[in-house]
């Protein structure tokens, strides 16, 4: 049962990279061997004597249901679900003009973000997803049945691009590693993993630097998937950052959200992370997929919506002790020197046009 102190967002990750068991570790490594998305188990169709049947009634469709069984494959981002989810609403619309059909996909999308308020990624895909559907003119003039038929295209278009979107940058960002280099990253994101996979593939020679990523133990599952691409791993605690540091070339992360300000979203520590690779000249790159692109510009750590998680210490914690329990932070620009994503190579002062395009 979910537990209302926790949000859907942390519930999330914690189901997905939680806590590392052998019986986990071998559901995802046969979860990695799919390489498509399989469409969730759909109900045979009707036949013609059910349909003549005049007590016979269309399924009820439920967007967030839809969501859920795209969200059960783990391999699969949260906000690519919800696109896939977006697309089947298209299709089983009984709607019969563009005007209740953007009403209808407006109410699923407001139903997704409300599904979890305090995830960015799932936010920003249904905006983008809407307006990238929707964002034209000429659907007006068309009949309904051949303007549904293009929202579909685009609909599935749109997931195809979000879905691939980690290869494009696991593509982009091989230039930036090089043969012996040393690679610290922090959490478990898996776009960085497809980059780091993609250069051990490549034949690259590096090593890589975990964090130990308290307290769900994320760097723990990332060194596990990297030792079985024969990939030297060093386990640090996080604690250690500073201390380690000399011996880092380059820091790559992931994100939770990518802001207009160019900033980034992402696991707590990665802000203290990015301060002390800027203090002694190390590149801190970001790999992000667009559709984490955010209209959000937070001026501090306060202006984020809080994404609870626990904490266990391991002791008794008084009751009358406060415990720090948000999952992420925000890393402001100047400490980044480029993003990684499938628009291209960014600096985070272009990051603002990218959203500009975006949402126009």
């Given amino acids: 049962m979910a537990d209302p102190k926790i949000s859907a967002y942390y519930q999330t990750r914690m189901a997905h990279f939680g806590a590392v068991t052998n019986d986990w570790l071998a559901q ?12 969730p188990p759909s109900s045979p169709p009707p036949t013609a004597a059910t349909l003549s049947d005049p007590t ?3 399924p009820s469709f439920s967007v967030i249901d839809e969501f859920n069984r795209w969200r059960n494959q783990p391999d699969l981002a949260e906000a690519v679900a919800a696109i896939r989810a977006l697309a089947a609403v298209i299709r089983s619309s009984m709607a019969t003009t ?24 799932l936010t920003a895909a249904c905006d983008l997803f809407m307006r990238y559907v929707t964002r034209t003119a000429a659907l007006e003039y068309e009949d309904f049945n051949s303007a549904k038929s293009r929202l579909i295209e685009r609909a599935d278009k749109f997931g195809e691009i979000s879905y691939t979107a980690r ?42 630097l975990c964090t130990e990523g308290r307290p769900d133990r994320t760097g723990l599952r990332l060194s596990n998937e990297l030792v079985k691409l024969d990939v030297p791993v060093k386990l640090v ?3 250690a950052v500073a201390y380690t540091m000399d011996e880092v070339d380059m ?33 801190v790159y970001v790999a992000a997929e667009s559709y984490k692109f955010a209209r959000l510009y937070p001026l501090d750590q306060k202006d984020l919506a809080p994404a609870l998680r626990p904490v266990d210490f391991g002791v008794p914690i008084p009751s009358k002790v406060e415990v720090e329990c948000s999952a992420r932070d925000y890393t402001p620009p100047q400490y980044l020197t480029l993003l990684f994503t ?5 600096t985070p002062s272009v990051v603002s046009d990218e959203l500009i395009q975006l949402y126009l």
């Avoid at 995802?28 to 469409?39: E, V």
């Avoid at 563009?98 to 990624?121: G, N």
């Avoid at 499938?342 to 960014?346: C, F, K, N, S, T």
Wanted: glycine fraction near 6%; hydrophobic fraction near 45%; include cysteine.
């Fill in 28 to 39: 995802a490594q046969s979860a990695s061997a799919i390489t498509t998305t399989t469409p």
């Fill in 56 to 58: 016979h009634q269309k």
């Fill in 98 to 121: 563009m005007m209740q059909l953007e009403i209808e996909l407006k109410s699923a999308s407001d139903s997704l973000k409300s599904w979890d308020t305090t995830s960015i990624s």
């Fill in 167 to 208: 290869k494009v940058i696991a593509m982009l960002s091989q230039d930036f590693i090089f043969n012996g280099c040393t690679i610290l990253v922090h959490g478990f994101s898996r776009v960085v993993l497809e980059v780091l996979k993609l250069a051990a593939q490549n034949k690259k020679l590096f090593r890589v």
């Fill in 237 to 239: 605690i996080d604690s």
């Fill in 251 to 283: 820091v790559f992360v992931g994100a939770d959200g990518v802001v207009e300000s160019g900033g980034i979203i992402n696991m707590m520590g990665t802000y203290q992370i990015a301060m002390v690779a800027k203090s002694m000249s190390k590149p």
């Fill in 342 to 346: 499938d628009l291209g190579v960014l």
